[in-house]
């Protein structure tokens, strides 16, 4: 992955600079005439930042000047954004004491406090960089000091979810949910998947010596996929494919699925989850994992008594089988039949509509299977903020899913980088995302 545009800061310059990069390439955007600065963020595609051994936020007007837009009681440290663009700012004295988190009212030009963070809790020592991720969680890093660790606030506690033996860990924000890349108060900048703890270097340049913040107006990547060459993705909560396509034509793969009948509720019944709505993590997983494993005892396969007249019945419908078909097939033959990728998927899929997986959390993907031909269906799933793919051609290899939640595949396809989707209905999908 490579991010095509992001905006970089170094404390020890001053008069300080915010440096562009795009492409690899750097350029000062920004330059004061006096006095350093530690930390950016833009809102609305405005510039704020401050220095950390000043006591104000500044915004830049023009491309030459800056103007003090709020004034506080002491040093300000560090100055980040939530998902609905409120400034926060940060008041820490490193390991002299507790420190303090205020949200910034822009009309009244005030500020109340957020959140008060002991330094007792995220291992003594806070220099008050902090980020919120795309759902508003918030996380600080320990600052200049080694070793370093990133901290999440969870249920009130403070958790550290990263820890580096040999660098300082300092600026940070946000690429997307899972994405988090941050500055080591020297030459280079990082990215870290925090789902996964994995770290890679995302930029360095030793003209720099105290790289000390990293932000995005519109958060941009490249990728490069396995059989179509480089893709375009722009990123907020997940990272979405540019050239992407959906399918919301879900009457047509998805016929009458909300339909009722006795040999239905049979079917459903069979499976033996609620058909309540649901939203919580943990339990869409759950019933991903108990469909997957219905599925597997209830397909037919050959040798079957049933799997003839079954599969006769099913090349006899001249369209996508409904849940009412489907429940036939279950209700006469003790199973159900598929053939193709896709009507694998369309039959997964149907399944864990019908079980109140929400239509926004899944659908069904395309991707390259081989370079010369071949698009493959699979299924892909958001749990929290992180999609994962599914592949229900894979489940004679893979009949039961693990207790958390996984990436499941068995062919030589493309899964991360799905070119389209075939959406449930009332979905809100707009493009394929990055699945990690």
Known sequence: MRIKEFFITDARES????????????????????GNIYSI????????????????????????SERAVYTHSTYIR??????????????ASGAGGDGSIYRLNMIRRTA?????????????????????????????SSGNRIPAGI??????????????????????TFLSCDLLCYTNWRSEIYMLDIYSGLRSLLYSNPAHAWLSDITFITPRTEEDTL???????????????????????????????????????SLLGSIGLPTEPTTDNNEIWRRVKVAWSWLNDHVLREGHPNYDAAHSYLE??????????????????????WGTCMSRSQALATLLYRVEIPPDR???????????????????????????????????????????????????????????????????????????
């Open 41 to 64: 963020a833009f809102l609305r595609g405005r510039l704020y930042f401050v220095n950390a051994n000043e006591d104000k936020v500044y915004r830049v007007v023009g491309r030459r």
């Open 151 to 172: 901290y999440r606030l969870r249920d009130g506690r403070w958790e550290e979810i990263f820890r580096d033996e040999r660098e300082p860990i300092k600026g940070l």
């Open 227 to 265: 059989y179509e060459g480089t893709k375009d993705y722009t990123c907020d909560s997940v990272c979405w494919r540019d050239d992407g396509t959906v399918d919301n034509r879900w009457n047509l793969f998805f016929p009458d699925i909300d339909a009722e009948n006795d040999n239905i509720r």
């Open 15 to 34: 008069p300080g600079s915010v440096y562009r990069v795009e492409d690899g390439r750097e350029a000062i955007s920004y330059k004061r005439r006096g």
């Open 362 to 436: 899944m659908a069904i993907a395309e991707a390259r299977w081989r370079p010369e031909y071949s698009q493959h269906m699979y299924i892909v799933l958001k749990i929290g903020c992180h999609w994962y793919h599914i592949d229900p051609t894979c489940i004679d290899s893979h009949p039961v899913l693990s207790d958390s939640p996984e990436n499941v595949g068995c062919l030589p396809a493309d899964y991360t980088h799905p070119n389209s989707l075939r959406l449930l209905p009332d979905s809100t999908l707009s493009k394929p995302m990055l699945v990690r």
């Open 316 to 337: 006899s419908l001249d369209h996508w089988p409904s849940i009412s078909e489907l429940a036939y097939m279950f209700f006469t033959y003790g199973g159900i039949v």
């Open 78 to 91: 560090d100055i980040a954004l939530d998902r609905r663009d409120n400034i926060y700012f940060s008041e």
């Open 112 to 140: 109340t406090l957020f959140l008060e963070v002991r330094i007792a809790e995220v291992g003594g020592f806070w220099a008050g960089n902090f980020a919120f991720d795309k759902e508003d969680n918030l996380y600080l």
